[in-house]
């Protein structure tokens, strides 16, 4: 098994755990949690920006809607879009993973037609 795999599946079970856990906390308390969470998460991602633009594009705005509703003290709208925030780069780690998976597999083929083609020359 390829450790980078397994290191990003630990990364986004410990960011959704977190969120977990920081969404029990009362609505009325600022969600420092989930924001710390959350910034964690889009910085993981972050490496992945090549391979998953858009979901990582979605994840940092969600993360700066989240810090200006804290900003106002809107501490339901800044948990929701922290948490959101959070899934959009989980969601960018697994694109990533998958663009990464599908380059590899294709490699994989073109290796084996050519070495089917000199085996079996026409």
């Known amino acids: 098994?390829?450790?980078?795999?397994?290191?990003?599946?630990?990364?986004?079970?410990?960011?959704?755990?977190?969120?977990?856990?920081?969404a029990c906390s009362t609505t009325g308390d600022a969600p420092k949690a989930q924001l710390a969470v959350a910034n964690a998460a889009v910085?993981?991602?972050?490496?992945?920006?090549?391979?998953?633009?858009?979901?990582?594009?979605?994840?940092?705005?969600?993360?700066?809607?989240?810090?200006?509703?804290?900003?106002?003290?809107?501490?339901?709208?800044?948990?929701?879009?922290?948490?959101?925030?959070?899934?959009?780069?989980a969601l960018a780690q697994a694109s990533a993973r998958s663009a990464r998976s599908s380059r590899a597999l294709a490699e994989v083929r073109e290796s084996i037609q050519q070495l089917q083609a000199q085996l079996n020359p026409s």
């Open 1 to 22: 098994m390829n450790p980078h795999s397994m290191n990003g599946r630990a990364g986004v079970m410990a960011v959704l755990a977190a969120a977990a856990l920081a």
């Open 43 to 89: 910085d993981q991602a972050t490496g992945n920006a090549a391979e998953a633009p858009a979901e990582l594009s979605g994840a940092r705005d969600k993360l700066a809607r989240a810090n200006a509703a804290m900003a106002r003290k809107d501490y339901v709208a800044a948990r929701q879009l922290a948490d959101e925030a959070a899934a959009d780069a």
